[in-house]
T-cell receptor
């Protein structure tokens, strides 16, 4: 029973490029969450999605960031025109039911913006 | 505005019991508290979850007093491998809000 998968594990982008981070939830999980962790800091909630719906995106920056969780395929966190301040670890988690359910985290994607 | 507050760090010795408290204002009766453990360069790992009184599993206990203004993660007989960052998470049904604490660095010494 595979856990939450994230790819790539490491991503290097130059300023102005786009970053696409993928998250495959655990089998049977229909709720996905994205978190950002800046170096030496704690986890910050970004967005909560259920299949094809964004439930809560209150933690997402207003510009350049978007997320989707299509009916088929992984959830995608997309960062357009990356800047150095976007360098961080991005974690995805999934749960089988609603947001109060136990979340299982992936290994994270470490984004470095040059 | 919902917020969770944890101590920044704690030190302990092998074999001791460690209690980490998380303060959370404004959580409702059925809101859950979950604790996670994180090692460097890894994703957080689930430890325990509850919403009232006391929950115990094979690795930890979680105490939530009647006023629900705080919760305490209890780790019995810690070992060196328990050195990690511990996060509390409040899952608030009203507004579907997820609020992580800033994390507590636990250092276990021999």
């Amino acid at each position: 029973n595979a856990g939450v998968m994230q790819n790539p594990r490491h991503l290097v982008r130059r300023r102005g490029q786009e970053a696409r981070l993928r998250c495959s939830p655990m089998k049977g999980h229909s709720h996905v969450y994205w978190y950002r962790q800046l170096p030496e800091e704690g986890l910050k909630f970004m967005v909560y999605l259920q299949k094809e719906n964004i439930i809560d995106e209150s933690g997402m920056p207003k510009e350049r960031f978007s997320a989707e969780f299509p009916k088929e395929g992984p959830s995608i966190l997309r960062i357009q025109q990356v800047v150095r301040g976007d360098s961080a670890a991005y974690f995805c988690a999934s749960s089988p039911r609603d947001f109060a359910d136990t979340q299982y985290f992936g290994p994270g994607t470490r984004l470095t913006v040059l | 505005l919902a917020k969770t507050t944890q101590p920044i760090s704690m030190d302990s010795y092998e074999g001791q019991e460690v209690n980490i408290t998380c303060s959370h204002n404004n959580i409702a009766t059925n809101d859950y508290i979950t604790w996670y453990q994180q090692f460097p360069s890894q994703g957080p790992r689930f430890i325990i979850q509850g919403y009232k009184t006391k929950v115990t599993n094979e690795v930890a206990s979680l105490f939530i007093p009647a006023d629900r203004k705080s919760s305490t993660l209890s780790l019995p007989r810690v070992s060196l491998s328990d050195t990690a960052v511990y996060y509390c998470l409040a899952s608030m049904e009203y507004g579907n809000k997820l609020v992580f604490g800033a994390g507590t660095i636990l250092r276990v010494k021999s």
